[in-house]
């Protein structure tokens, strides 16, 4: 595994903290898909994701902007890529240029495990993904609060890999839901060599255990039905754009009133987004259980307190706030669902992660 550990600069100036948010909070994202608009589908594509210029490589849309936001909220960042290590200096120059900030970047040593004939782990995401949450968890300058809480986290990824399985796998571990030996027939069933599933397992039993990951994100980048996912529980949320996921982390209390509009901001001057059509985007969180309503009063204040000086995108806003306060009165409480237990066995028959980039 390849790390380079950069220090936080801490919140942009004159940001401020979410309301009523009182403990640190870690993001971790996903590169290629999630953030980077990157093809792998032919050795074309791989040829030419290696030689663009850092200024070539396209952003998923609104993604660059709620890394930005999180930064400012003073959410610590790791972004974890199935990138080969070749590439960070591009890499790390891209980030600047979108203004990212972030505590850590690993990415895959795909020459290393060339030289030493390890050809799956070119493909596989468990054996590589996951013992490197797990030591970037144990890693943590500290895993609690000033008031004893554990750090918690959200977890950001795609639709294009195995992401919401290997995720669902390391916060069940973090709670303490997976056992060593079941850790190690997983992740044997998932292709994983035997060192990497020995640092799985010696990385596990050093976390401290309890419900961290808050949430799991998924961007359907394959615009893959939300339905593949219920079988993850109610955890992961799967989303079509960044203002749905800005949206969620709003409503959990992670990021400002402020931040969702920069957000929706950034969708429409730079994407040429629809202001109402990304106001119904909040109507399909809440049908499918994500969002309740509650944080839309906070954003209509938020957009009136904006829009008395002059606002980019001001008209675009107002529609997509005029959507959301109309849906309000029809908005019901998501139904409280409790986290079920996961047969990893089966999902790696099914998922099959070793034939995943």
């Given at each position: 595994m390849n790390e380079r550990r950069v220090v936080p600069e801490g919140p942009a100036p004159g940001s401020s903290a979410p309301r009523g948010a009182s403990l640190p909070f870690v993001a971790r994202w996903d590169l290629d898909k999630t953030y980077l608009r990157t093809d792998f589908d032919t050795v074309r594509d791989l040829v030419r994701t290696a030689i663009e210029r850092p200024d070539q490589k396209r952003t998923v849309p609104?993604?660059?902007?709620?890394?930005?936001?999180?930064?400012r909220a003073g959410v610590e960042i790791h972004i974890l890529?199935?990138?080969?290590?070749?590439?960070?200096?591009?890499?790390?120059?891209?980030?600047?240029?979108?203004?990212?900030?972030?505590?850590s970047?690993?990415?895959?040593?795909?020459?290393?495990?060339?030289?030493?004939?390890?050809?799956?782990?070119l493909r596989g995401q468990l054996g590589y993904k996951l013992p490197a949450l797990l030591r970037r968890r144990c890693?943590?300058?500290?895993?609690r609060d000033a008031n004893g809480e554990l750090v918690r986290e959200v977890l950001l990824g795609d639709d294009a890999e195995a992401d919401a399985f290997v995720y669902s796998i390391y916060a069940d571990v973090c709670e303490g839901k997976v056992k060593p030996d079941e850790l190690v027939?997983?992740?044997?069933?998932?292709?994983?060599?035997?060192?990497?599933?020995?640092?799985?397992?010696?990385?596990?039993?050093?976390?401290?255990?309890?419900?961290?990951?808050?949430?799991?994100?998924?961007?359907?980048?394959?615009?893959?039905?939300?339905?593949?996912?219920?079988?993850?529980?109610?955890?992961v949320v799967p989303f079509y754009n960044y203002?749905?996921?800005?949206?969620?982390?709003?409503?959990?209390?992670?990021?400002?009133?402020?931040?969702?509009?920069r957000v929706a901001q950034d969708l429409v001057a730079s994407h040429n987004f629809?202001?109402?059509?990304?106001?119904?985007?909040?109507?399909?969180?809440?049908?499918?259980?994500?969002?309740?309503?509650?944080?839309?009063?906070?954003?209509?204040?938020?957009?009136?307190?904006?829009?008395?000086g002059r606002a980019a995108s001001a008209s675009e806003l107002g529609a997509m706030v005029q959507s959301l306060e109309h849906m309000l009165p029809d908005l019901r409480p998501p139904v409280s669902r409790?986290?079920?237990?996961?047969?990893?066995?089966?999902?790696?028959?099914?998922?099959?992660?070793?034939?995943?980039?």
């Amino acid at each position: 595994m390849n790390e380079r550990r950069v220090v936080p600069e801490g919140p942009a100036p004159g940001s401020s903290a979410p309301r009523g948010a009182s403990l640190p909070f870690v993001a971790r994202w996903d590169l290629d898909k999630t953030y980077l608009r990157t093809d792998f589908d032919t050795v074309r594509d791989l040829v030419r994701t290696a030689i663009e210029r850092p200024d070539q490589k396209r952003t998923v849309p609104g993604a660059a902007a709620l890394l930005r936001e999180l930064g400012r909220a003073g959410v610590e960042i790791h972004i974890l890529s199935g990138s080969p290590e070749q590439l960070r200096s591009r890499i790390e120059q891209k980030l600047r240029l979108d203004g990212a900030r972030w505590a850590s970047l690993t990415l895959k040593p795909n020459l290393q495990n060339i030289l030493r004939l390890r050809f799956r782990a070119l493909r596989g995401q468990l054996g590589y993904k996951l013992p490197a949450l797990l030591r970037r968890r144990c890693e943590l300058g500290s895993v609690r609060d000033a008031n004893g809480e554990l750090v918690r986290e959200v977890l950001l990824g795609d639709d294009a890999e195995a992401d919401a399985f290997v995720y669902s796998i390391y916060a069940d571990v973090c709670e303490g839901k997976v056992k060593p030996d079941e850790l190690v027939d997983i992740m044997r069933a998932g292709g994983a060599y035997e060192d990497t599933i020995l640092d799985a397992v010696r990385f596990a039993g050093y976390v401290e255990k309890g419900p961290v990951v808050e949430r799991i994100l998924i961007h359907l980048d394959r615009q893959s039905s939300p339905s593949d996912f219920r079988l993850y529980g109610p955890r992961v949320v799967p989303f079509y754009n960044y203002l749905q996921a800005a949206f969620v982390l709003h409503e959990d209390g992670r990021i400002p009133d402020r931040a969702v509009l920069r957000v929706a901001q950034d969708l429409v001057a730079s994407h040429n987004f629809d202001g109402a059509a990304l106001g119904r985007s909040y109507l399909d969180l809440s049908r499918r259980g994500h969002v309740s309503g509650r944080g839309i009063p906070a954003i209509a204040e938020a957009y009136r307190e904006l829009t008395q000086g002059r606002a980019a995108s001001a008209s675009e806003l107002g529609a997509m706030v005029q959507s959301l306060e109309h849906m309000l009165p029809d908005l019901r409480p998501p139904v409280s669902r409790a986290e079920k237990a996961l047969d990893y066995r089966a999902m790696v028959a099914a998922h099959n992660p070793r034939t995943r980039r």
